[in-house]
């Protein structure tokens, strides 16, 4: 029997062991460890590979989500609208910047549903925080829209989607800032915790450079209450290297996915994300391979007795179910989602042999 694991950790370090070796070394031998040229270099690359005007590199996209509402001016009590399919991390981040978070529904394409937004609009309403999920971009023209109407500030959860784009435009560089994350499983991943916040205004730059180095400004004076929220000087290095061969390894997620869709498309009891290409509006990195199953725990049980991992987002549950943190909003398209969701293996880890082996099983699951 094949062992195809959902996510292979090691391969993280071992498909590059000699680079990461090397930058350790560099980085090492110059005792070049907090905020140093690395860190620098790597922000410089990240805003161009994005289109966004500046790139910060903070401790992980949680930190660099709050000080992005932070720097927004998000004032105590302000609402904002997020989807409730997304990471609990979303959520506290508006929570720890002192706002409320008003989780709605996802839509057919998992991501933010633009009606569900228009109806959870209030007086106390200041922002919109779309999750750009899995590697795909949200319909930005919509929501960006709803806002203008609105007069309401977007955010951008795009932690899992760096080089996803909407109209040829990267996800992270439609509102005031947005968060990236480099969790090691994540398409561009360090090797421990890892973020950046992007933004195209100069204001709030100034101000995040501020919040991640406890409000010390460039003389060392404290001008304001902060985080201690760097990026690693050596996981900046690590990642600077990586950013190079990014698109390849974009390119190569989605030939992934043209294979699942060649071999799952036609299986009527699984609903896949769009193939690449099939819709002009969207180039996604595919993050994750998130379907909908019916059958689905029998599925994923099938499935790890026949040696393959997956994994169901957010410990199966959706913010708006965590009643412990005193959501009440009723959405009962996102509970009927959740309970189909599953994500199969999606990472360079993969031979096109694994996936058509995750493949031939599902479709025994079916035709037993």
Same mark, same amino acid.
Request: some cysteine; charged content about 20%; proline content about 4%.
């Given at each position: 029997?094949?062992?195809?694991?959902? #996510?292979?950790? *090691?391969?993280?370090?071992?498909? @590059?062991?000699?680079? #990461?070796?090397?930058?350790?070394? @560099?980085?090492?031998?110059?005792?070049?460890?907090?905020?140093?040229?690395?860190?620098?270099?790597?922000?410089?690359?990240?805003?161009?590979?994005?289109?966004?005007?500046? =790139?910060?590199?903070?401790?992980? +996209?949680?930190?660099?989500?709050?000080?992005?509402?932070?720097?927004?001016?998000?004032?105590?009590?302000?609402?904002?609208?997020?989807?409730?399919?997304?990471?609990?991390?979303?959520?506290?981040?508006?929570?720890?910047?002192?706002?409320? *978070?008003?989780?709605?529904? +996802?839509?057919?394409?998992?991501?933010?549903?633009?009606?569900?937004?228009?109806?959870?609009?209030?007086?106390?309403?200041?922002?919109?925080?779309?999750?750009?999920?899995?590697?795909?971009?949200?319909?930005?023209?919509?929501?960006?829209?709803?806002?203008?109407?609105?007069?309401?500030?977007?955010?951008?959860?795009?932690?899992?989607?760096?080089?996803?784009?909407?109209?040829?435009?990267?996800?992270?560089?439609?509102?005031?800032? +947005?968060?990236?994350?480099?969790?090691? +499983?994540?398409?561009?991943?360090?090797?421990?915790?890892?973020?950046?916040?992007?933004?195209?205004?100069?204001?709030?730059?100034?101000?995040?450079?501020?919040?991640?180095?406890?409000?010390?400004?460039?003389?060392?004076?404290?001008?304001?209450?902060?985080?201690?929220?760097?990026?690693?000087?050596?996981?900046?290095?690590?990642?600077?290297?990586?950013?190079?061969?990014?698109?390849?390894?974009?390119?190569?997620?989605?030939?992934?996915?043209?294979?699942?869709?060649?071999?799952?498309?036609?299986?009527?009891?699984?609903?896949?994300?769009?193939?690449?290409?099939?819709?002009?509006?969207?180039?996604?990195?595919?993050?994750?391979?998130?379907?909908?199953?019916?059958?689905?725990?029998?599925?994923?049980?099938?499935?790890?007795?026949?040696?393959?991992?997956?994994?169901?987002?957010?410990?199966?549950?959706?913010?708006?179910?965590?009643?412990?943190?005193?959501?009440?909003?009723?959405? *009962? =398209?996102?509970?009927?989602?959740?309970?189909?969701?599953?994500?199969?293996?999606?990472?360079?880890?993969?031979?096109?042999?694994?996936?058509?082996?995750?493949?031939?099983?599902?479709?025994?699951?079916?035709?037993?």
């Amino acid at each position: 029997m094949k062992s195809v694991p959902f #996510f292979n950790y *090691p391969h993280v370090f071992t498909a @590059s062991e000699d680079r #990461f070796i090397d930058t350790f070394r @560099s980085v090492g031998r110059r005792g070049a460890f907090i905020m140093q040229k690395d860190l620098v270099d790597f922000e410089r690359n990240l805003a161009a590979y994005t289109g966004a005007k500046y =790139a910060v590199g903070v401790a992980n +996209a949680t930190d660099g989500l709050q000080m992005a509402f932070q720097a927004g001016g998000l004032k105590p009590s302000e609402e904002v609208i997020i989807c409730s399919h997304t990471m609990v991390a979303t959520a506290a981040a508006v929570h720890y910047a002192g706002g409320v *978070p008003v989780p709605v529904e +996802a839509g057919p394409d998992h991501l933010i549903d633009v009606a569900s937004i228009r109806a959870a609009i209030t007086s106390r309403t200041r922002a919109i925080c779309p999750t750009q999920l899995n590697g795909r971009t949200c319909d930005m023209d919509a929501i960006m829209a709803l806002a203008k109407e609105h007069h309401l500030d977007v955010y951008e959860d795009a932690a899992q989607a760096l080089g996803s784009k909407f109209k040829g435009k990267s996800a992270g560089t439609f509102g005031r800032a +947005a968060c990236i994350s480099f969790y090691p +499983a994540k398409v561009l991943g360090c090797l421990g915790d890892g973020g950046a916040v992007l933004t195209n205004e100069d204001e709030i730059y100034a101000k995040l450079l501020l919040l991640r180095d406890h409000g010390r400004d460039h003389t060392g004076e404290v001008v304001l209450w902060g985080l201690n929220s760097r990026l690693d000087n050596l996981e900046a290095a690590y990642l600077d290297f990586q950013l190079k061969d990014y698109p390849g390894v974009v390119a190569r997620r989605r030939n992934i996915a043209t294979l699942y869709q060649q071999r799952l498309g036609s299986c009527p009891q699984v609903k896949l994300p769009a193939a690449p290409g099939a819709e002009a509006n969207h180039f996604d990195i595919f993050q994750n391979y998130e379907i909908e199953a019916e059958q689905r725990d029998a599925l994923k049980d099938y499935l790890k007795s026949r040696g393959i991992g997956t994994l169901i987002q957010w410990g199966g549950k959706a913010v708006h179910q965590f009643k412990k943190l005193g959501f009440s909003q009723q959405l *009962p =398209a996102t509970d009927a989602l959740f309970t189909r969701l599953l994500m199969l293996p999606m990472n360079m880890a993969l031979s096109d042999e694994d996936v058509n082996y995750v493949a031939d099983c599902i479709v025994e699951f079916y035709g037993r």
